[in-house]
């Protein structure tokens, strides 16, 4: 019985607990906000600096995808001609089937130019099959919010700031530790 | 008003087709309801002769009714008893069909 | 008024009664069994017995019915869907029927001099069952015992069979 | 495929000695121990990385396993896994045999021809044995003599074939 | 209270027609389920339910015998309830009037009837063990 | 009547034992914990004989194996054990790195011991949930599921997924932790030593939970060696076999931590190893957090496609549910040549029949509870 | 093994009612009466408890205190008879597509199906897998697909919400 | 003047009062139920944390009613292998003896149907017949889940009537009468649980098990029977015994209160009213009052009930049996004991509150022995425990 009555006291104070602050997260009112890491369905970015996909259609992440669920082909980029673009080739045709993605990152991770993202979308449901088939505006338009919201900055690009950072700091060290010497030297 | 009789017929008609049950059904559990209709005909008729009739020397009016109590007692006793006779029967011979069942050979 | 009630009354007691004898399907005889009684708690509250009425629907339309549904869970066979009456049932009828106008006329016949329905009140029949029927009422606690022991003993021996 | 082949067929194919030194001192005490007690059988011993593996006939199979579990100095009681190995001329059984009490595992093989591969079942040694010999029979077509629970265990009646084979082909997925 | 057949009456009818009306009204449920409802008959559809399998041969159940001496256990009281009901409202009369027979006279009863547990008890019937 | 002589040959036999009912639970059941199907056979309420059926979920797991590469079998292995989905993918990157001779880097292996930690608490929460309802009580469930919910959250900021998360690699972890998980696991950990003791309180000790579990589905430590039970299942019969502790793996041997046992081997005794399973996990994060060094995450193997030698490998750990094994045998291509696992929920399963005969019907549910079993698992 | 049924979703039939009054009666009357109806089925959508595989997992967790289905009035009933909704969470292996098929076709009308995850919408990380159905539509019409794998409990609230819509849209083409 | 004249006596006009007040009977106990599916789903949802119906309506008060109408449209369906006719009947039977115990359960003084001179015996009787329903039920669906569940359901419901019963006939004996209001009545000064506490506390645990809630829900049990002998029913038909079952449960908290908190008699005397402003001196406003108190204690008991739900796991069925037949039914015995002693040798009333207590202490330690009893070995097991630990750390030190 013991035990019991205190269970019972628990649930009571649960209770009162949860008449003051239910755990609950009214959602489509008050969504959970998602984690800055979370993969939700991938999508490709955009470059604004010369206003393309960054995508070049190499087919890696096609291939290492694990359910197969991406096609694509890529074509002599145009603004390449124009020489606005460092890219030779550029998507032409992308299509992702988020029903079938497993959202295993497997792809961004394979993608050498940065193209791809896992976003934070994730509400996608659907009335038909292969109603989430997804085709490059719509993903590019996807990859765009998730830029927008993140302040996406390529990680290529972020990897290269933090290793001249890191160059810089060292360099400075270095420096700093040859002044030392120098000091002491003159010392 | 409903007279006695009237109560007395109905009873009596209750009591007959709990007797063609009694001897016409081959299942020991029909068997037994049909008891308890017969023993429902006799306690109509003592509680409508409780109701209708004054008491007469030493017995009050409404001793139809404890009379009537006592025997609905009885038949919860019989009913229990009956009902265990009749699974001991099924557990021996698989059947509670009462034509099959040669109490002889038990 | 009266004469309807119980017109309607004892057309459910003897339906149902009818239904236990020849349904062939016996939880529907239980079925019908409990619509007589029912019917049978009614005719008593005619009478103006409202307490053996409720009891009638205590002891019958629960406990005794509960059993016997037991009883035929137990026992349900193969053969119940097709359970039939045995060979003598025309005999049968004859005699029921025999005995049931000889009683009916016996009854019609019979001339008691009756009073208008009365009541007693609650208190003087539990007065009553407790001091003029105190030792039929012990013996009733005695048969219940033996009923239950009666009951125990056989039932557990069928179980030890198995 | 080479490799295979060689882990497969032991050590007709095989060139150089594997190297031993990687077992424990008591991996090899039971190595040896497991050779002597499997002498009938023709115990061939090996290693699968760094547990000692002995390979024995197929149809002595079940009398390795009763001897390994009863045998006290051994006393590998538990089954861990047993996976069979369909390397496309031949089948391998895998028999991970565990004794808690010290903490050693041996490995038994045994090799199955591709055609009507056919082994006495170990249920009656280990319980556990029961579904995971269902299984490969399932998944490989093997049959295990003995085994008291026909029934398909992992798929249904009436599936054709046997998928864990490598025969078996990938199931082509069409969009639609 | 004195018997007023008037009350008595109004009482009654108003137990009957209790049951009348809550059938009728269940009736009613019924039946606007049936013209309500979107039906999609189907031949699987009134199929037994089985966790989705077809359901297997169906054995009758036969029941554990300790269902059944339950079942007579609540016979047994339940009989005694009917006489205990009467006793509680005029045991205390009776010993107002003098006569304590109806108190000893239950407690016996009681006294066999609580016999009638233990011995049930004793029997181990009511321990559920095969 | 009576006098109607009896041809009893015509009838059924004399002393007919009474049939059976035939009983059949899942595979849709509430209590069968997904797609487990067993068939009962009943005689009253008690269970006369058990048989199992598996398979409802099996979806060649081991055989698509062999037709991915490297890296994305790590995606299949999430799914197999879908509950203890790190725990999954440590033994088999272990197992692929103890073919390649790899070595992973220290802070890596701190990473992947926390979490998976945290994922053995999780997994047993969910336990403690599924028993909750099994037996009826409803609460503890949601109590459990609150500290799951905050371990998941975790998850999420570091792997980035709830559940299947594919984040450790083949020598190491795809990235390194976010730069707030010192704050996250801190926040977490009181919150979450809360939730287990909530969902401990309310129920390990309650009497009716106790009268319900204890002295259920008993099983001696002869046969659960037999049947191959390993994990909560074996220790919940008093012997004392973890692989963390028998053969550690990883950093095991680093931590301090205790092994629950049992002693009678009932479900009680597996429900309270679970339990105190729980507490011992919690120790050993916050070990691993006090001693946890910096430095890469990612061994030298970058992104290079992955080749391992020809050969073979059993690779061992223990999940929450048990001993995993993998049996990796590779040809030296990028895709495995063949892959079994060794499921523990699997043999843990396999000894149902044993431990339902002769049980109540009310009980089958709690020790299929008590078992604790992952059908993605167990059927593969 | 499935014959290809790719239906439209489930609408519910029309009741005895609405044929009877079928032109008879305004529209406004019959549109408003199906549309309480529709409200009342769309905020009490009582599920068929049934989990197949790891998404039932984010199911459950749909149901706990968290995300805490039951604000939508939705709660789980065991038995398909009491059950509007059959979410089918996780992988449908053909061994279990009859049972699915069967269980659906226990349901009473009006009923509806959720796919959640990319196994049940079309074979996900199963694809290639010989004993998988790829999608759960190759047995039964479904009515909202929610992709992930497995998807959010917010993803499969979403999905919720995308039903009641449907369900709404149903009554009003149907008072018409 | 007895005789035709009373049978007759009831007109037609009273026939069609009665009948109305009947229909607002029946209206208010649907409302009743609505409101106690609402409140179940909303106190159990606090009670773990979460929110419980929000979105149907303000608070989700219209979930209820959303849940009835959809119940209403539902397809009904009858499974083939049923027997057509006890499939049908079975929830009406249910319903029937759910709905026909409230014509004689009071709210207040003058707000009841029909006031039964054998009121309690009346609800007895009628609450047996209940059962039979629910066996029915089991039987007619002929479903195995829906027959064990039914023959559950029987074992179970018939085990608990039994204490109900006796509790019941010892209020009797308390108010010497069997009149729910005169019962009321006698508890003006003190009510019955400060009398018999062990009459409460059986009265209420079988109370409990007899609407089948948990720890006692074995018969309906999800996990196990899934949903017992309401497995096959569907729409109309599944809602009646829904509407059965709360409503039962309603009547058992009416019941405990009526019988042991003293049902409608306020804790002061008017006099202590006196502060409120000067209330209107009519009639129906204490009787509101005397409503809404009834009501708030009969909430009370069923957010207990609500309680208790969501914090305990169910029993086993022979856990079940034995708990009625060793525990409740000795107990409610000793009640009718005591309290018949007590008024019979005219003891003053606190011997019979320490008598009661007493009895329920004594079995409820008993039963906490036996139920803890197999947890003896928790200890060796810890100590095990604790002994492997300290050797494990000494080996280690050693090394
Ligand atoms: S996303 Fe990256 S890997 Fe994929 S096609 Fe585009 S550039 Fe290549
Ligand atoms: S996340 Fe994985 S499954 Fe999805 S598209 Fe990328 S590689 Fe394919
Ligand atoms: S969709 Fe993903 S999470 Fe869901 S069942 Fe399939 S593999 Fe598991």
Known sequence: MLNSVKGMMLTLASTFQGLRKPVTREYPKAPTPVQPRFMGFPALTWDNDVGEPFCTGCMVCIRNCPTQCMSASMMDNPLQQEGQSHRRKIVDYFEINLNRCILCGICVEVCNFDAIVMSHEHEMSTYERNGDRVALPALLEIGQKYQRETNWIPPTVLAKAKKDAEDATKAAEEAKAETAAAVQEAD | MVPLVAFQVLSAALFAIGLYGVMARRSAVLIVMSIELMLNAVNINLIAAASHLDGMGKWANFDGQIIAIFIITVAAAEVGLGMAIILRMYRNRSTVNVDEINLMKW | ?162 | MAANRHAAHGAEAEEEQPDYSVLTEKGLQTLELAEELFKDFNPERGLLSDLPQVTVEAAGIADVCRLAKSDPNLGLKMLLCLSCVDYEESFQLVYFLHSLEREQTLVVKTNLPYEDPEVPSVSDVWAAAEWYEREARDLFGVTFVGNPDEAPLLLYEGFGGYPGRKSYPFYEYREF | MPFEPSIYASNWTMVALSAIVAVVAIGGMFFANRILSSRRPSATKPSTYECGIEPARFNWYNINLRFYIFAILFLIFDVEAVFLFPWAVVFLEQRDLGNSIPFYAMVLFLGVLFFAIIYAWRKGVLEWQK | MAEIPTNLTANPPVNAEPVEMLLNMGPQHPSTHGVFRMVLWVDGEKIVDVEPHIGYLHRGSEKLCEGEQYHQVITLFDRLDYVANFNNELVYCQAVEKLMGLEVPERAEYVRVILCELNRIASHLLYVGTIGLDAGAMTPTMFAFRGRERIQSVFEAVSGARMMHNYFRIGGIKEDLPDNFEQLIAELLPLLREDVEESDRILTFNEIFLTRLKDVGTISAEEAIDFGFTGPCLRGCGIEYDVRKAQPYSIYDRFDFDIPIGLDGDCWDRHWVRVREMYESLKIIEQALEQMPGGEVVSSLGRRLIRPPAGEVYMRAENPRGEIGVHLISNGTDRPYRLKVRPPSFCNLSAIRRLLTDSWIADSVVILGSLDIVLGEVDR | MAEIILGPGNTPAPSLLTQATAGKVPGVITTSSEQLFGMARKSSLWMLSFGLACCAIEMISTYMAHHDFDRFGVVTWPSPRQSDVMIVAGTVVKKMAEPIKLLYEQMPDPKWVIAMGSCATNGGPYYRSYSVVMGVDHIIPVDVYVPGCPPRPEALLFGILKLQEKIMQDAKNSGR | MQGLAPLLAVGLVDVIWMVVSLLAMFTGLSIVVLSLVWLERKALGRLQLRLGPTRTGLFGLLQPVADAIKLILKEDIIPNSSDRAIFWVAPVIVALSAFMIWVTIPATEGLVLRNLELGLFYITAFAVIGILGLVLAGWGSANKYGVLGGLRSAAQLISYEIPVIMVVVAVGMLAKSLDLRVIVAAQEQIPYVALLPLGMVVFFIAGLAEVGRTPFDIYHAESEVVGGPFVEYSGAHWSVFFLAEYINTFAIAALVVLLFLGGWSWPFDAAALAWLPSLPDIAWVGGLLSVIWFLLKVYAVIFVVFWIRGTFPRLRIDQLMAFAWKAMVPLSFYAIVITGVYLFYDWPAWTLTVMSLTGLVVVGYIVYRKMMEPARRIAEIKARQAAQVAERRASRQAS
């Open chain 3, 1 to 162: 008024m009266s004469w309807f009630l119980f017109i309607i009354l004892a057309f459910f007691t003897l339906a149902g009664g009818l239904g236990v004898v020849v349904t062939r399907n016996v939880v529907h005889a239980a079925l019908f069994l409990l619509v007589s009684l029912v019917a049978v708690a009614g005719l008593y509250l005619i009478l103006f017995a409202e307490f053996l009425a409720l009891v009638q629907v205590l002891i019958y339309g629960g406990a005794i019915i509960i059993v016997l549904l037991f009883a035929i869970m137990l026992t349900r066979t193969a053969e119940y869907p097709y359970i039939s009456d045995n060979k003598q049932w025309p005999l049968a009828a004859v005699a029921a029927a025999a005995v049931g106008v000889v009683l009916g006329a016996a009854f019609l016949d019979s001339n008691i001099p009756e009073t208008s329905p009365n009541s007693p009140a609650f208190a003087d029949l539990a007065n009553s069952l407790f001091t003029t029927w105190a030792i039929p009422f012990e013996v009733a606690s005695l048969v219940l015992l033996v009923a239950l022991i009666g009951a125990i003993i056989i039932a557990r021996t069928g179980e030890d069979n198995r």
